[in-house]
Antibody
Framework: EVQLVQSGAEVKKPGESLKISCKGS????????IGWVRQMPGEGLEWVGIIFPGDSDIRYGPSFQGHVTISADKSISTAFLQWSSLKASDTAIYYC??????????WGQGTLVTVSS | QSALTQPASVSGSPGQSITISCTGTSSDVGGYDYVSWYQQHPGKAPKLIIY???NRPSGVSNRFSGSKSGNTASLTISGLQAEDEADYYC??????????FGGGTRLTVL
């Protein structure tokens, strides 16, 4: 059974750093792209970026380039999304999802990130 | 690049059919047969219901169907049921492995 299990909710202050994770199981982690999707409170879905764990090819959505870093450790079948300096506007739920061909066919449960002073 | 355009809300009575549109440009929806649709219930992760414009994943009801004409893709739900009440998002491939979502449509079953 394919599963993506994300790390737990985080509460941080502006300016702090953060790294959240997404562990894949039940399939060959290195042969599917993993994407990150943001959902701000009461808002829609937005592409953050995507990584191919097999060779760490990474693409960022235009709004996120330079503000977040996507990475993966294929030895532990885990993808990561990190910030070096959080802003209040980063408050959102972040989903990871497996890409099969074009669509995202399996999704993680989401990680709520709250940034507040 | 702006989000794909979806109606903010649609509604229908049980048993009826509704259609949700998703309008883009020739650089996204019109340029590729890679449109997918996702259903999201409150507090839940999105779920894939249509991919590559017209295909349904295994286990998804055949009451859900997709189509495309020019720069507009559509999701049709027939025989509306109370459980269909949710938010629906379209997504299109754009370039370099990236995609773009629509703004989302809230479906209310009256």
């Amino acid at each position: 059974e394919v599963q993506l299990v994300q790390s737990g909710a985080e509460v941080k202050k502006p300016g702090e750093s953060l790294k959240i994770s997404c562990k894949g199981s039940g399939y060959n982690f290195t042969t599917y792209w993993i994407g990150w999707v943001r959902q701000m409170p009461g808002e829609g879905l937005e592409w953050v970026g995507i990584i191919f764990p097999g060779d760490s090819d990474i693409r960022y959505g235009p709004s996120f380039q330079g503000h977040v870093t996507i990475s993966a450790d294929k030895s532990i079948s885990t993808a990561f999304l990190q910030w070096s300096s959080l802003k209040a506007s980063d408050t959102a739920i972040y989903y990871c999802a497996r890409r099969s061909g074009d669509p995202f066919d399996y999704w993680g449960q989401g990680t709520l990130v709250t940034v507040s002073s | 690049q702006s989000a794909l355009t979806q109606p903010a809300s649609v509604s229908g009575s049980p048993g009826q059919s509704i259609t949700i549109s998703c309008t883009g440009t020739s650089s996204d929806v019109g340029g590729y047969d890679y449109v997918s649709w996702y259903q999201q219930h409150p507090g839940k992760a999105p779920k894939l219901i249509i991919y590559d414009v017209i295909n349904r994943p295994s286990g998804v009801s055949n009451r859900f169907s997709g189509s495309k004409s020019g720069n507009t893709a559509s999701l049709t739900i027939s025989g509306l049921q109370a459980e269909d009440e949710a938010d629906y998002y379209c997504n299109s491939y754009i370039r370099s492995t990236l995609g773009i979502f629509g703004g989302g449509t809230r479906l209310t079953v009256l």
